[in-house]
């Protein structure tokens, strides 16, 4: 089963853009959650996702409520600078779904009181608000695919 990225209220189309890429290149299936910061029509998304918008499956919910109801069993990490352990002291299994807010606020309180132990972080400098959106996922994304043995990757 492929992993699962999932943007919740995205603002920026090119992280989108870049985050669509690396979920095509992977075989990670991309899930909007809207309301959307943009169009999937805007010029900036297109060009960054280049050529690979055939080769992506995106999902599209549109709450956060509906992607729950979508999904109610699903094995989720959420990510956060508000995360006590690290992105890399778990044990990513296949189908994973791996969540993150919008770049310019994170994942709501709310969102992340659902399962407070499966908020996990990336380490950074002190006084330093977050890495990039489309880093982050990269990051998270790869690291779970190294877990995994990078399955169907060459």
Known sequence: MPLNVVLVEPEIPQNTGNIARTCAATGSILHLVHPLGFSLDEKYLRRAGLDYWDKVNIVEHTSWFA???AYPNANC???????????TEVKYSD????????????????ILSQAPERVLRIPMRPGLRSLNLANSVALVLYEALRQLGFPGLV
């Open 67 to 69: 992607f729950c109801q």
């Open 77 to 87: 990490y959420y990510f956060s600078t508000k995360g006590r352990r690290r992105y």
């Open 95 to 110: 189908g994973d779904f791996l969540i993150f807010g919008p770049e310019t606020r994170g994942l709501s309180a709310e």
